[in-house]
């Protein structure tokens, strides 16, 4: 599809274009940073919140466009497998014989035609100039086309069209999940597909962003009133926030404060707060990095004379983890847990490497970056540092697991094969009751499952184990 570039216009090595120097903009900023960083994500393995800030810099866009950018970038990439299913129709041919750049040309228009209140002239017209700025006016005629036809009817009407018609595949089509994951939430929610609808539908929320207030520096209600946020509804800590850039505010600049999914929140108290018998001084984060757990847990550590041992084997985030608990009872250790010579700790963390399916609404490429052959290599890792902790603990210690994905190869069944071969005598604790009474829909134990659809938090697993 590749055509000849026009002369007065220079492609950038991001694949996107810059009009000649004095000369007008083919495409609007706006759409032009969009573009740029969904061909970032399916050209480079780029993330979408790493690559899309830096491209709203170069671009200089703040408020409304930036707004915009940011959600046709977010929402194109969240919706992708279903934009390509009914960009295959459109166009009469499979999405992989179309050239990458006029494909995500179109994956973007599409979007804009289906998803938002872009009138439809304009959404076809921006995704021809779009293509004209890429690859010339070689293209325009069938990106015009193509964008005509999508428009030519709504988001419902396609979707019958292009989904399959049993439940699970609809589901998959409609709320724009891979049909493997659709699966496997379905089997984590016991084969309840009305759950599942409402937990896809979840998914496809922006979520909010939460903030942590440090036990000992801020409290909660502080926090709140200080960033123009609302006291969470579940962690003691916890702030919810609508927006804007977090990074920036004083307290968390200050370290008062930092960014922390409540449900991870509620992980780290629980941790914290299991009933344990015998010393309580010694803990371990078997896997901290980035940090948020850390320094959670070593701010309660500081209120009850205990201590942080925080590992992490990859060197960059285990100096993020030095910089989140800085000035907090914690040792930051670099190196793989499974070959240090960790024993004798009363409370043991593995907030374990996942496939990350509990946090799908955060990285909106994630759901279509990730394949089911991922989950071998990390269950296997898993099982070994479930192994590790359980030899890191005293007798009578805890060890908490914890993952970001429901899926039951990486939650219940890892558990299970762990406490079976496991050399020593291990018990699961039920951990309902570490956990704030206001926390609804913890089923019957003794491991807990959090929702994005039922708690507002990621779809984080807990099972805490004892060692005998």
Known sequence: MSGQRRPESTRDQRGGTRPPRGGRPLVDEARQAAYEAIAAVHRDDAYANLVLPRILRELRLHGRDAAFATELTYGTLRTCGTLDAIIAVAAGREVARIDPPIRDALRLGAYQLLHTRV???????????????????????????????????????????????????????????????????????????DQTEALLAADNIPAPVHLCARPGRLDAATLAAEVGGEVGRFSPYAVYLSGGAPGDLAAVVQGRAHVQDEGSQLVALAVAD??????????????????????????????????????????????????????????????DARELDLTGFDRVLVDAPCSGLGSLRRRPESRWRRQPADLPPLTRLQRELLTTAIQAVRPGGLVAYATCSPHLVETQITVTEAVRRSAYPVELVDVRPALPDTLPDLGTGPTIQLWPHRHGTDAMFLAVLRRG
């Open 119 to 193: 009138p439809p002239h304009a959404a076809v017209s921006s995704t021809v100039d779009l293509v004209r700025s890429i690859v010339g006016p070689s293209a325009t005629g069938f990106a015009n086309a193509v964008a005509r036809k999508i428009g030519g009817q709504p988001l419902d009407a396609w979707i019958a069209a292009v989904a399959p018609k049993d439940r699970l595949g609809y589901l998959g089509v409609a709320y724009a999940h891979p049909l493997w994951i659709v699966r496997a939430f379905a089997e984590a929610l016991q084969g309840d597909l």
């Open 274 to 335: 299991a009933p344990l018998d015998g010393p309580d001084e010694r803990w371990l984060d078997l896997c901290a990095g980035p940090g948020g757990k850390a320094a959670l847990l070593g701010a309660l550590a500081a209120g009850r004379g205990a201590r942080v041992t925080a590992v992490e084997v990859a060197p960059h985030r285990a100096e993020l983890v030095r910089q989140a608990v800085a000035g907090l009872p914690v040792d930051v250790v670099c190196g």
